[in-house]
């Protein structure tokens, strides 16, 4: 039978006559955590244990229950019946209980041959429970509840302990800020961290029922975090925002009027305001002023009246007095005001038909605000005024004696830009500005040439602007003291032409030496491309001057350009060496010397990957070619593995025959061989050629191992 149908049953029974009481602890239990399983034929205790792999804690008869609370069961587990249900207040059929040990199913047996209720909690968390309530029999063939028989108490073979649910939270706000107050509502001690803005962290370890506050917290998001011996078991994040901004005091206007004075508290807050005014004769008066929204007091005798403004809660926000002198000389009446159109602008006519001067404010749109005095019985006009919602307020030292809205609806659609045409003539840059519409506006034109130049242009009219220098100029359309359109017209009417880069180029003992030069007034790129990959490419300031030497025979190209735009390309041709000299190529490489260079495709530097730097001379000294060559004065890194060695260009002194170069290994190297060796070219080569390189004679070379940190000069003499 499912809980519903119990529930019906029950419900049937108490309409007929029987009556379920608890009886003797006066609490109101909850309904059992689980629905019972009917079993119609009971199954010895043990029996019913071992089904749902449990072991017997214990039996208690029926008789047993209806009469005592406290058991010891056969496996020492120590329970406790909390509550007990009756039938007709005579017979048992129903109990809460709590134990000591985790329960994992109880069966409720009932007399007079009704089934057995079966309660499993073996589902739930750790495996069972530690009590429940409102377990009962189940109903007999006359569709009421049997007294218990007996009931059987099963639970695990090693007791579980269940999981702890997570703490319970809740959040109040204070006058000093948010406060936390975390719960452990379980039976076992659990541990809680709290963390919230700007690094706040707490943590507690709760027992059983206990709880902690945490007060002055600042607002913001907060995460309370429920663990048992190191596993989370819930997590929780609130949010506090106890921070509320102070509010404003209420404005205060005041008036006359023919019956006293009329006073009046506006509160522009998004807060009620609690508004107080004190007055002559112990007068007082409370108001509770709700968020933008005012009141208004009158009728009010001559003096001084207060009027204190504080939160709901009391705080004070602030005070003012006014003073009323409203029966001496009669209140002055709002100035009337007539208004009318002149073409596209509105016009307000203002007369004061009053005894005294008041001061009139008209306020309007786009920031209008003026004021003036009017004379008793004079008048006055506001002119110019553009379409849109005015305010006239009328006052007397100080004081408001009224407000009047008025709407301005007079203006025609604004007008469009005036267009601007530009053009080039032989005195420069020139503008045709054209007005095309239907009225009159203001042009004004800023730039190189001319400085806020303005006219009126009328309706179809052109106004030309002449001998315009080169450069962006900000053309404006106004009308009525409004922008309209504002935009950047340029000039670029000279056209500038660049001159190439200067090349002189000249033969020494070194090889090529060449020097370019920019003559012109602004910065030029150039680019060099020649032999052997040489390649450069500088950007040259105006007048700049750049040199290079040892340059190789061969073609170099040097291209000039102006903003990504090519100005020349210009070709150069050295021709330094002289036939017949002997010509050696140096080469610095990792590892051991080549020997035998070129006589197998393997037996090259650059083919093993170890060739750092090579470089090749005439025996007059001139440079023929080159690789991987250093910058001029500068040194150039190369890698093998993890050591990094830095090296100089090799240099070749022709009086001693002698070639050099300079290595300093980094800190991380130590035990890295370097060699340079120096080959004689064949035949009439004056640099490397791979397909003649077998030719090549080995004339001396140098091999060391470089330490940490080491610097070290290699020396190759051709005087063999």
Known sequence: MNRSATTLAVTAMLLVSSVLVAGGFGGVAAAAIVE??????????????????????????????????????????????TDRYFKDDTEIVGIDFTSTATVGLVSVKGGQGSATNVYDYTGQAGGGVLGDTELYTAFNDRGVRAGISNVVFCGPSEDVTPTPDPVTVESTCTAEGGVLTVTNENDVAVDVTVNGPDEFEQTATLGAGENVSYDALADGAYTVTTSDDGVVVGEETLTLDCEEETPDPVAVTYRCTALGGELTVA???????????????????????????????????????????????????????????????????????????????????????????????????????????????????????????YTVTTSVAGQQ???????????????????????????????????ANDVAVNVTIDGPTISDQQVTLGAGEEWVVPDLADGEYTVTTSYRGQTVDERTVTVDCVEESYDPVSVTYECTAEGGA?????????????????????????????????????????????TTSVDGEQVSQQTVVLDCVEAGDEAYQFDLAFGPVIEDLGDSPDAFYGTQERLMHAASFTSDGAGTGAHNVPDPGETARAASGSCDVRYSAIAYDADTGTATVTLTADEDCDGTTVTFAGYELPGDDTRFVRANASGQELVGYETVTLGAGETVTLTVSTDV
Do not use: H, W
Request: aromatic share 4%; hydrophobic share 35%.
């Open 36 to 81: 019972p399983t009917e079993v119609d034929a009971p199954s010895p205790p043990e029996s019913i244990c071992a089904a749902e792999g449990l072991e017997l804690r214990g039996k208690i008869d029926g008789g047993d229950l209806a009469t005592q609370s406290e058991f010891t069961l056969d496996d020492g587990t120590e329970l406790t019946v």
């Open 514 to 558: 060449g020097t370019i030069t920019n003559t012109n007034d602004v910065a030029v790129r150039v680019t060099v491309d020649g032999p052997d990959g040489y390649s450069v490419d500088r950007t040259l300031a105006p007048g700049q001057t750049i040199s290079g030497s040892g340059l190789v025979d061969g073609e170099y190209t040097v």
């Open 401 to 435: 004696v009224g407000e009047e809205m008025l709407t301005v609806d007079c203006d025609e659609e604004t007008p469009g830009a005036v267009s601007v045409l530009s053009q080039c003539t032989d005195m420069g840059g020139e503008f045709t500005v054209t007005n």
């Open 267 to 389: 509160n522009d807050e998004d807060v009620a305001v609690a508004v107080t005014v004190n007055g002559p004769d112990e007068f007082e008066q409370v108001l509770t002023v709700e968020a933008n929204s005012q009141q208004s007091l009158s009728d009010l005798t001559d003096g001084q009246y207060t009027v204190t403004s504080r939160t709901l809660a009391g705080d004070l926000l602030g005070q003012e007095s006014v003073t009323f002198d409203c029966f001496e000389d009669p209140t002055p009446e709002p100035v009337s005001v007539t208004q009318s159109c002149v073409g596209a602008d509105g016009l307000f006519a203002i007369a004061n038909d009053n005894a005294v001067a008041v001061n009139v404010t008209v306020t309007g749109p786009e920031g209008f605000d003026e004021t003036r005095t009017v004379a008793p019985g004079d008048d006055v006009l506001f002119v110019n005024l553009a379409d849109g919602a």
